[in-house]
């Protein structure tokens, strides 16, 4: 009888064959595809990876990333549970493989160039990204991408920007190593030969070996860990999953190629997924015997959010629809402006205010300051103020209502769920004076500031816009408010209160910044750009919900009231009793500015350029928008930029806390730490020794973590070594010492015994060269005071700020880019510039926009306005222009416009000084400071709303981060050009884009003429 | 994910009782109330298990079971009373758990019978099983509602109350649901009914079984109806239908509705005056579509279809001194757990066959993948329904032939003896290391399995000793049970012998 049964069990085992891939890995020895689940910190995959997801009934995708949260610091754990928040991967940021073996570098160079003009562009690549999503219009397409072509230069604008005793500070990039350590060529990391303490042996990141670090930099692949990466020209479709498919022409040195190191080329989970795969290779002239190693990704939900919250917002629909009833339009306040000097306290006469400016220092020095205040006599009226409510996705959620700078949007999409409260958000205007075809209600120019400043930044605009009619309107984005420090507060005070006038202080000081370091002095934006890319996502997102409660309020001027709201002596507003109808500050039944007709459009420079960048793709009602040396790609800014601040706060967390040998004249060393406390990198003296042990060895320990760092201590003693540790936020140190929320009070000394929680505990031990322990410091050897806290002398040594404590150049640095820009998309233009008016958002359609970058930025680096450019469709990669005998993207790339280092280019001046290319030739040749041009670009598009368009004002030939108040003194007043170039762009309603000359001057024949007494003419 | 066997535990379903329960019978009281006659029946047992396990790595990490032996304890308690035609029951496992002896080692608390804690002492140790009313007219229809254990329907594949003692192994807990039942017997006459036909009706709202903790808060809905022969002696047989809708707890209720249809025959022949035979099989078909399982080829739904199927074939000889078992099952599987068809089958885990290979190696080597998945360095967490993988070692996926063997040399003492072999039905892939092997068949040593189908055999022996106080008539019955068994791994396995011995004392009231 089992004879005969065990053939029938045979039968039903052989029921259910296993699963399968798309083929067998066939035999050979090329390089393989590392996957090691094990690596530290994170797993080494090919990312992005639906590997590295969950499936997920509450995801939009289906999806959710799921990568282990487990990691050394809690404040690693943090972000890691964070990111698994996610519905998918990014549409923008970097694809990276990494391989056993050396790949042939020249193959790639040779098989992916940047040639999208030609139908046949993707005959012969090595590797594809194609979208095999069967319900994405682009279903079967090849990705466009960018294999070291330029789009994405890395190299950063000061190398030696990153903090004390980098031995990397003359390396063009924090992300790739250009150094070769191997000084003995023996191709082994001898002792000496680790100058940056990462325990590899780095070799010059450069292509061809042996060129020029800063010319030649390789950024598609990493030579030290044969990491492939490559990016998508333009972003991908967002909840659209995509297949990585490497060739078997992608090959290693031998020739041999790439492998995958599973006995099938994919993994099987992802095999229905790439079955698409074997209808669309044969487009590419391939079949699935090519294919050496493949693996889907699924881009997440990046502009969902906000078009939800939109939704919930104007029309009390989708998942968020409580919004429209929890938050209703309106000005809840019409706020004092003036005192006793002034008649109507709640309005603020602009010829008073012009005669206050100079003397407030809030026009700076320059030489246009006369023509500003010109403008605001002849066209300005009156400056009001007032404060609506905002939902407010920022609130805090785990500190007791004290600390909102680490939180997110909490929102939920599936249960409709989210962490939202109303959030008083002060404002001001600056009305026009009424003229022949200028009378009340205003349209509304909307202007958003930049990063640390403040909403009075809108009084440079005020003069020309009030000009073309436009009240001109702003408040403070999310932190933000008037840098003032106590010394600045007691001039201001000394000058508007003799006045009585220190209402008007009072209220350009009403603000949404707050102390973040315990000082006691707000930080303006402290928390605008961090180490958080989900809270620095978010500072956009909410400055984006902002715009759209100010939106729906102008929609709803002269319907209802709004309170009128005075300032006590303190500064404090309250209820005067009274009100106005909404918008009709000066009460004469008439709204001031908006309703339900008005023209509504939102200008934004730099940080106010990125969220307009990002408003421009979902909010509804706008007429028309310039976005001003915004950035595509934040992480892209990111890493080059040199903006004080972004980069201490950024990447000064990334590879603190730091540990330094700072030798002293007397030939002592003193040993520190540099933390990073907000926007500042923070020394905090640890102790001293005698002599400086040249050779030896400082290991660092996290007693914590039980994590240690070592390095190498060179002749001059200025070691750096990193280590990874949590620490108490500012917040944090806040309640744990009981410090008063208005900072630290004079003569108080705030501790805790032993620092017990403050941070973790390290100990720094120093050895000669023979290694022999010289020094150990486990306590603090000195009163150190940090964030209000004092960590007394002999009291145990800790981590002052918490950290990641990573190394510039490293894998790492790359992984957190990587990482950084898929969590920053939904709040980075990049997801939304191909929605201006390219693939419009059918809830807004398409939109007006005037783009403008200015060269040589290098706060914003150009290289992401030009990302804004192309992605919008500014700028084709497709067609060759005949102006330039190739596209206009590479033509810009060429001229060095997208990388925009005027000393690293090829362009001189007569005199022989590195210049930068002028794309536009706004002057028309007059070439002021004798830069190179071109036939100009001025790109220009007719959209079904009107036109839209890029312009680069040449405002400096080494570059500068936007345009300046308008200076009559200069041959073309480019400045002036710009301002007003956008003034009539918004007059037109977007309908018409020029190039006029007269705008140098702003002397238009039909503008408006100055008539020098305070009114209009 | 191969394993996450949705369908397997939608089985504890009984409609009306299909074989006589436990080998309890109640202490009686009669009594006289006013208004009528009653009754007031006890019953009862105190049971422990001392157990010595067989250790073996649940992982490529090194992970061991780590529980040489344990000591583990049941009081189970019950009484009803009952008054012209009303019932009123109630049953109770107290101070249920283990309490000597050491936990294992593997992480986690996700195995039910929590071999990682001891429980007997804590308020998980005490289980309500029943508080249930009845009315009954006798003959005619019976209803019933409270708390219940599930009845077992045909061999118990599906719906099992755990109520009845294996070949080998142990039992534990039931499944519990709160039911309204109906059940009547429509042919009849004016004496009464004349075919032991019973159709049954009824509603659950499920407490606990295979897949589902109310206390969880996971909530599952069943409509049960059935069609049952009952006749003993002879044949029985019968099919029920079961429509079961269960939600997850959270933000995302991830439904699940499945359709169960079961059916059995259960037949006794007299081959002889001294010889009879007895053939039972029992067969199971399991659609639907479940969210709390994604897969992903669908991430917005799994489709489940899935079946089962077991026979039990018994001749047993003159005066009942010797029984042949010839005892095989079948439990689908999936060859492609990623398709978006669930087509893994799991028997109910008091389904036993045998003490080695699936109770304790599957047990195990369950327990510890779902350690792995759930390890926050391997991920951010396990997936949706990752802990339908541990079924405590229920047969899945698997055929098994299992010929045995009872002796009975005097009413006290019954010897046993048996033999298993079992195969997968699928590639032998456990998930996490499949899952990190590109989703090639890989074991739970991290070793490639591809091709290899033979999960192992098992030689079991037990000797029991107490049956006849039954017969006796005694009010305490003791019994003891001792079991001991070998099995040899199969390579895919990891190729090993493991031993395992117990022994189980208990006393019946």
Known sequence: MTTRILPFLALLAACSPSAEGLRATPQGDGPEVVIDWDAEPLPEIPLPNDMATTPDATSPTGLRVNIPTEATTLYETESRLKIDELFGWGIYAP????????????????????????????????FYVIDVDPDSPDYGKPVSLDVGHGRFPVD????????????????????????????????????????????ILDVPNVWPPGGDPFEDLLTFYDLETNMLLFRPVVPMREETTYAVVLTNRLVGESGQPVRSPWPYVNHTRQTSALEPLVDLLPDFGLTVDDVAFAWTFTTGRVTGDLKDIREGMFDGTGPFRRLAKDFPPGFVEADQVSGRSIDDKY??????????????????????????LDGMRSFSSRLVGGAFVTPNFMVDTDDGGTWDADEWFKVDPYTGSMAVEGERVTFNCVLPDPADGIEPPYDVMLYGHGYGSTRLEFLLFAPVMNRFGLAVCSFDFPGHGPGVDPDQLAEISGLLGPLGLAPLGFNLLDARYRDLNNDGVPDSGGDQWSADPFHT??????????????????RGCGTGTMPLYDYDAEGNAYPAGGDRMQCDWDDDGVPDIGGPDANLYIVGGSLGGINSGVAAGVVPGITAWSPVVPGCGIVDVGVR?????????????????????????????????????????????????????????????????????????????????????????????????????????????YSVPDNAGLG???????????????????????????????????????????????????????????????????????????????????????QNVLLMPTPGDDQVPINGGMACARIAGFTD????????????????????????????????????????????DLDDGINVYGEPSDTPLRSTLDTPAGQSGLRLPYVSPKGTHGFRTPDPSLAFDINSFAIYQIAQYLDTQGKQLQDRPCYGTGDCPDFQAFDGDGGAQ | MSALLLGVALGMIGPAAAEEPAPTAPHTIEATFAGGDGSVSTWGHLRHILSRYPDFAVDAEGTMVGQPWSIDQRLRVGADLRYTGVRLATEWDLVTGQIAGETWDIPGDVDERHREAYLAGTPRGQIPRRLSLGVAIPGLLDLEMGLVPATTWGLGILANGGDRLPLFGRVDRGDRMIRGRFSFLPVRNAAGPTAPLVLTLGFDRVVEDDTLRMAYGQTAYHVIGSVLWRDPEHVSGGFFYTYRTQTEPGDAPRPTTVHALDGFVDAHVALSDAWRLRVAAEAVLLTGRTERVLTYADTTGTKILSGGAALEVEVTGPGDWTTFHLRSGWASASGDPDRGVLKDFTFDRNYKVGLILFDQLMGGIEAGTYALLDDRAESGGPPDGAELLVSEGSVRRATYLFPAVTVRPSDWMDIQLGYIGAWSNGPIAQPFYTFRNGGSPTNHLDQPTDGQRYMGSELDLSIGLGRGAATAGWIFRPSIWFQGGVAFTGEAMGGETLAMFQTTARVDW
Do not use: C
């Open chain 1, 537 to 554: 996502r978010d500072m956009v997102r909410q400055a984006v919900v902002d715009w759209m409660q100010v939106v729906r309020t102008l």
């Open chain 1, 95 to 126: 694809i990276t493989v990494s391989f056993s073996e050396s790949l042939d570098v020249g193959n790639i160079v040779a098989r992916h160039p940047n040639d999208f003009e030609k139908e046949d562009a993707f005959a012969d690549d090595a």
């Open chain 1, 877 to 920: 990669w497709h067609h060759v222009d005949e102006r330039y005998g190739m596209t206009v993207d590479q033509w810009l790339i060429d001229r060095q416009v997208v990388r925009g280092a005027e000393e690293r280019g090829p362009w001189r001046n007569a005199e022989g000084d590195p210049v930068l290319f002028d794309a536009d």
């Open chain 1, 760 to 846: 973790d505990h390290l100990v720094v031990e120093l050895f000669d060269a023979d290694g022999t322990s010289v020094a150990v410091f486990d306590t603090w050897g000195a009163d150190v005071v940090h964030e209000g806290v004092t960590y007394p002398a002999g009291s145990p040594l800790v981590a002052g700020s918490e950290g990641n404590g990573k190394i510039r150049g490293s894998k790492d640095a790359r992984r957190l880019a990587q990482v950084a820009a898929m969590v920053m998309e939904p709040g980075d233009p990049v997801a939304y510039a191909s929605h201006w008016f390219t693939d419009p958002d059918p809830y807004i359609g398409p």
């Open chain 1, 641 to 749: 930029t040199q903006i004080g601040g972004a980069v201490e706060a950024f990447i000064g967390r990334f590879v603190s806390p730091l540990i330094l040998g700072l030798p002293q004249e007397d030939g002592s060393l003193r040993i520190s730490e540099l933390v990073n406390s907000v926007t500042d990198m923070v020394e905090l003296p640890i102790d001293s020794i005698g002599t400086i042990p040249a050779g030896g060895t400082v290991v660092v320990t996290n007693l914590e973590t039980g994590e240690e760092s070592r390095g190498m201590i060179p002749a001059d003693g200025r070691f750096r070594v990193a280590i990874a540790a949590d620490a108490l936020d500012a917040g944090e140190k806040r309640l744990a010492v009981d410090m008063p929320m208005s900072g630290p009070e004079d003569g108080v000394v």
């Open chain 1, 156 to 199: 950063a604008f000061r190398t030696d920007r990153y903090f004390p005793n980098d031995t990397r500070s003359a390396s063009p990039s924090i992300l790739f190593d250009t150094v070769d350590e191997d000084l003995n060529h023996n191709g082994v990391l001898d002792p000496g030969e680790d100058t940056d303490n990462d325990g």
């Open chain 1, 347 to 372: 309005n603020f006469p602009t010829e008073v205010l012009s005669s206050l400016l100079g003397p407030l220092g809030l026009l700076g020095d320059s030489a246009g300051e006369d023509v500003l």
